[in-house]
């Protein structure tokens, strides 16, 4: 295997301070979308904004930049631009080697740290003479909402030969292999008003067919592969009156394809029982919120991945997540996509933070993975 050419790792931290210091909410990523598109721009790469904006609301579209190979091969690296909220008026410290947030905000390294170490490989590899594949950088907006930049994506913007998607929290050297397909419901019940003191005979409670049918689901990790949830419930309309409607929303994954279809079945038969039982109906609706993935220990991708990790001294490991990312919408595109762990930690709350030197070595194992790519 050729040297691995350096990452610059005051460069790296400089450019990811500068992104979590920029205001990304959800729907509002155009701000950080220009300074990656500076940067990626300045190493060399073709960059341009797809028309997803009109899809998503967002005011920009999803970043998409390519570096030109020296050989064939596509490694696509993907990481969403929007932080959750509280995320704006970041202001980083360093402290004990880790990155932290100093006011009362999250910190961003979800995923700044996946948009920095993506920029870092691509200039390390544009200024080296070490033989590389074309690397097409796919930074997407709406990730945190509903992975809406993903699903705006055209396939052929993420068309390529293995896809890292920079998102995962823990330590670099993880690998998500799996993730489930989700569904989510929501489940509008119907019964009969009447009048609470004077005619309670006459109605036929929504609120009370919501509740058989809940106590009746099955929720929490109802198997290894699988999990359910009853996520709101609303519904009535004052004290007098036996509630006409009732909505109840929830959802269910699954890392096993065919085991989600039953799991969505057994749900809506259940639902629907307890409200013929009690005299009412029950209508519902899924949406299939994104497609799971599930790569086998063998799968060249991950082997590659394996190999990369081993070039720059990380222990390998890899695991299943619950949770979806933007790994799986690419995956569904025919593209071999494993997500990686970026060394976030604390994502979501306001005590994430992420060590300068995991950071450093997300950059490296993305470089050695296009290296790999080259020798074939
Ligand atoms: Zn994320």
Redesign the pocket.
Known sequence: MSELPPVDPDRLLATFLDLVRVDSPSGSEGACASRCAEALAEAGCEVFFDDSARVTGSDVGNLIATLPGTVPGVLVLSA?MDCVDPGLGVEPVIEDGHVRSAGPTILGA??KA?LAAAIECVRTLAESSVAHPTVKCVFTVQ??VGLKGAKALDPSSVAGDACLVL?ADGAPGGIVVAAPTHYTFVADFHGVAAHAGVSPEDGRSAIVMAAEAITRLSVGRVDELSTANVGTIEGGSATNVIAARARVTGECRSIDRARVEELRAQMEHTLKSAAHERGGSCDVRWNLEYEGFSLSEDASIVALVRGACEDVGLVARTFVTGGG?DANVIAAHGVPTVALSCGMEG?HGTDEHIEVSALESLARLCVAVAVRMSAG
């Open positions: 969403h979800d995923d996946g990730e945190e998102d990312s994502v």
